[in-house]
T-cell receptor, first 110, second 111 residues
Framework: NAGVTQTPKFQVLKTGQSMTLQCAQD?????MYWYRQDPGMGLRLIYY???????DKGEVPNGYNVSRLNKREFSLRLESAAPSQTSVYFC?????????FGPGTRLTVT | RKEVEQDPGPFNVPEGATVAFNCTYSNSASQSFFWYRQDCRKEPKLLMSVYSSGNEDGRFTAQLNRASQYISLLIRDSKLSDSATYLCVVTSGYNNNDMRFGAGTRLTVKP
């Protein structure tokens, strides 16, 4: 039982490049989330998916797209990366009220 | 104004000390409240839920004051291993899907 896994762990992009962050959970949870964490800002919700086939915007969705591929997987795509998207990205899934987080992806956009 | 506000600290305390953190939230419709712990460069993990009646888990006590819209965390007999950042979390919305995190309070417990 791996919990929530994320790939890659680290990534450096140039401005304008695209990439997809992958997330998977093996706990059979319905709800999954993507957050970014910046110094002094706390975690901010980008997108969430309450169940397979549905996605909704969170607090800071601009510049991102998501896909809930199936119950296990929820990916986050940056179509044209910008330096303002330099951050640590966490994926999470929820059981009742507890959120289980993945280990994070550290993304730097130069 | 941030929806969830915490004193960023750092709080530097000796082993065995008692330390308390507060957190205020602005959305009066908030439904559920939690404290998460985050170690350096790691993911957040649930420490405890916070109930109106207050709740205790070993050395940790959490309180909620809905009228004043704040929650607190008290740590007694601090251990070195308590050193971490403590995140206040408030939920609202349908099925509590809207979770708002405070920026965290950093605690360092020194020998």
């Amino acid at each position: 039982n791996a919990g929530v896994t994320q790939t890659p762990k680290f990534q450096v992009l140039k401005t304008g490049q695209s990439m997809t962050l992958q997330c998977a959970q093996d706990m059979n949870h319905n709800s999954m989330y993507w957050y970014r964490q910046d110094p002094g800002m706390g975690l901010r919700l980008i997108y969430y998916s309450a169940s397979e086939g549905t996605t909704d915007k969170g607090e800071v969705p601009n510049g991102y797209n998501v896909s809930r591929l199936n119950k296990r997987e929820f990916s986050l795509r940056l179509e044209s990366a910008a330096p303002s998207q330099t951050s640590v990205y966490f994926c999470a899934s929820t059981s009742l009220h507890e959120q289980y987080f993945g280990p994070g992806t550290r993304l730097t956009v130069t | 104004r941030k929806e969830v506000e915490q004193d960023p600290g750092p709080f530097n305390v000796p082993e065995g000390a008692t330390v308390a953190f507060n957190c205020t939230y602005s959305n009066s419709a908030s439904q559920s409240f939690f404290w998460y712990r985050q170690d350096c460069r790691k993911e957040p993990k649930l420490l405890m839920s916070v109930y109106s009646s207050g709740n205790e888990d070993g050395r940790f006590t959490a309180q909620l004051n809905r009228a004043s819209q704040y929650i607190s965390l008290l740590i007694r007999d601090s251990k070195l291993s308590d050193s971490a950042t403590y995140l206040c979390v408030v939920t609202s919305g349908y099925n509590n899907n809207d979770m708002r995190f405070g920026a965290g309070t950093r605690l360092t417990v020194k020998p």
